[in-house]
């Protein structure tokens, strides 16, 4: 069992995972608000951009990661140079993006419509502009919603990564399978799935810690 | 002096079973310090009438004016479907609203609640006259000493009360209430009607308030207006309209869970007490007339300070007690009026 391997593998799986969410987030966030306004209930509902933007999103959630991967090799190929991204996992960012940010869009959508309609038109009543709703109301009041689904997200992108450490090579998850499945090193194995299990354990419950004690609802 | 002018008002939905219409043709004037009640039985449109006022709904036909004034002198009149975006945010803070289900910010405390509109403002920065201002609402509506609490933490009547003070923060002339105590219980529901008076005794402020109870209008309204199938079948000032109801939706919202009696083959006097009588006059009635009276349905209620109300007697059955009585009440100048079973049944009959 090398420790600097296990020590790299786990930098490349926070790494990839950080990396991902971030960029993901900043696509499927306003998505996600888009999603939610466009639709009949929503501040500008709009028939077409929401079944436009719906069917992409579906498009995006119904082909697996792996996939995905190789769909995209042409484009990892044109931003990373051809051939040269085998080994090295930030060039499956691409990817990675494009597996997370639709299933983000639905999280978020489903968040903001957790917000009783009510709040929302009381504020309209009161002189708000749909903007000044969408940042003051629905997600200030979908906060703790979003953090839970925060932490959901980022596990599932852990898990993404497996398929992008497969295919570039990096992370925890490949490192276990190359030790387990190619190698005889089952002990190795065992040390990196505990490691994947408190890392997924330590986000998921802080997630759902932190929502909790942040939302004013229950006390 | 004329605040709002709504003139032939009318709004369809389209549903499955074809376009179906909530408000028809609804005319209405509310002069400014008026608490305006609008009532009427559920789904009958009285919601989607205020929601057309601060255009939360839009009107299919129809001009809602609103005045505007400086020092009781007109500043000008303005036709709200014309309104662009930016003038119709400023509308709206000039015609707040309050909700049945409260509607506050859960994430916010009491203080940010109140605070929020402020917020919308351009360049807002909570500074001491913010704070002052908030600190000087809380203390209007009753809840000092909840500055920091959340709405989870908070009763029913108190979350009606930040929704209240929030309506207030940017000084609205009119105040739309939508059933703002049905989810209340009646004596909380009371203390906020009685907060709601005080707010248009001391800030002038003109109400519009949406019931399906009598007992709302009664308490604090000086002005009404009934609708039914969606339209507007009464209206005036509430002693008026509760004293003389015309209109058999009007007769069964007033005397609504009043009447059980079976009143077959009974002639029947209504007597109107216009704010004047101050003596017991059914025991008078049966010590100086020596006659015997029941009653069926009786009601008193008080605007501006005076006692109005309103009884329903079996009338004797000789004929020379009948003579007897009248000739009494002539000298006691109560109004009376003789009224069929047949018409206050029909008025019961659709409840």
């Not at chain 1, 990564?161 to 998850?173: D, E, P, R, V």
């Not at chain 1, 490691?195 to 419950?205: C, R, S």
């Not at chain 2, 009404?224 to 069964?252: M, R, W």
Request: hydrophobic residues 45%.
């Amino acid at each position: 069992m090398n420790w600097m391997n296990l020590l790299e593998a786990i930098k490349d799986t926070l790494l990839m995972t950080t990396i991902s969410t971030i960029i993901a987030y900043l696509i499927g966030l306003p998505t996600g608000i888009i999603l939610y306004n466009s639709s009949k209930k929503g501040l500008k509902p709009n028939k077409i951009i929401n079944t436009i933007l719906g069917t992409i999103v579906n498009i995006f959630r119904s082909i697996p990661c792996l996939l995905l991967i190789i769909i995209f090799i042409p484009v990892t190929n044109v931003i990373f140079g051809k051939g040269s991204w085998s080994g090295n996992w930030y060039s499956m960012i691409v990817p990675l993006v494009a597996a997370s940010f639709a299933f983000i869009a639905r999280m978020v959508e489903q968040s903001l419509t957790e917000v009783p309609y009510g709040v929302v038109e009381a504020s309209k009543s009161l002189g708000a502009s749909n903007l000044q709703i969408v940042t003051k109301v629905l997600l200030s009041e979908a906060k703790p919603s979003l953090i839970s689904g925060f932490a959901v997200t980022i596990v599932s992108i852990i898990g993404y990564t497996s398929f992008a450490g497969y295919i570039a090579g990096g992370g925890l998850i490949v490192e276990a399978f190359n030790l387990g499945y190619y190698g005889t090193n089952k002990f190795g194995m065992w040390i990196c799935i505990l490691f994947v299990v408190i890392i997924v354990q330590i986000i998921q419950e802080s997630g759902l810690y932190l929502s909790k004690r942040i939302d004013k609802r229950r006390k | 002096m004329q605040i709002l002018s709504i003139q032939n008002l009318t709004k369809t939905f389209e549903s499955e079973k074809g376009i179906i219409s909530v408000l028809d043709n609804i005319s209405l004037e509310i002069e400014k310090g008026d608490i305006f009640g609008v009532i009427g039985l559920s789904g009958v449109g009285k919601s989607t009438l205020v929601r057309c006022i601060n255009l939360l709904e839009k009107a299919n036909s129809g001009v809602i004016n609103y005045t505007r004034y400086i020092n009781d002198k007109i500043k000008d009149t303005v036709d709200i479907s014309i309104l662009s975006n930016e003038e119709l945010r400023n509308y709206r803070k000039e015609v707040s609203m309050i909700f049945q289900d409260f509607n506050l910010l859960n994430q916010k405390t009491v203080f940010e609640n109140i605070e929020f509109p402020l917020t919308l403002s351009k360049g807002y920065k909570r500074n001491q006259e913010a704070i002052n201002k908030i600190e000087r609402l809380l203390k209007l509506v009753g809840l000092e000493n909840k500055k920091k609490a959340y709405p989870s933490e908070l009763s029913g009547g108190q979350k009606q009360r930040v929704a209240i003070a929030r309506a207030l923060v940017n000084n609205p002339k009119i105040l739309l209430c939508d059933e703002c105590t049905s989810a209340l219980d009646p004596t909380t529901a009371f203390s906020i009607l009685d907060l709601l008076q005080k707010l248009n005794k001391e800030l002038g402020l003109t109400i519009i308030i949406i019931a399906h109870q009598m007992s709302v209008i009664e308490r604090i309204c000086n002005k009404v207006a009934i609708l039914a199938d969606h339209k507007v079948v009464e209206q005036g000032e509430v002693a008026q309209v509760f004293l003389n109801p015309k209109t058999n939706a009007a007769k069964s919202l007033i005397y609504s869970g009043h009447i059980r009696t079976k009143l077959h083959d009974s002639h029947l006097l209504k007597l109107e007490f216009n704010g004047d009588t101050d003596s017991p006059v059914v025991a008078n009635i049966i010590q100086e007339c020596n006659i015997l009276v029941s009653i069926v349905y009786a009601n008193s209620f008080v605007v501006d300070d005076k006692i109005y109300g309103q009884m329903i007697i079996k009338l004797p059955y000789y004929d020379n007690d009948i003579d007897k009585l009248k000739k009494y009440l002539n000298i006691k100048k109560i109004k009376y009026k003789e009224v069929s079973t047949d018409e206050l049944d029909e008025s019961f009959r659709s409840h």
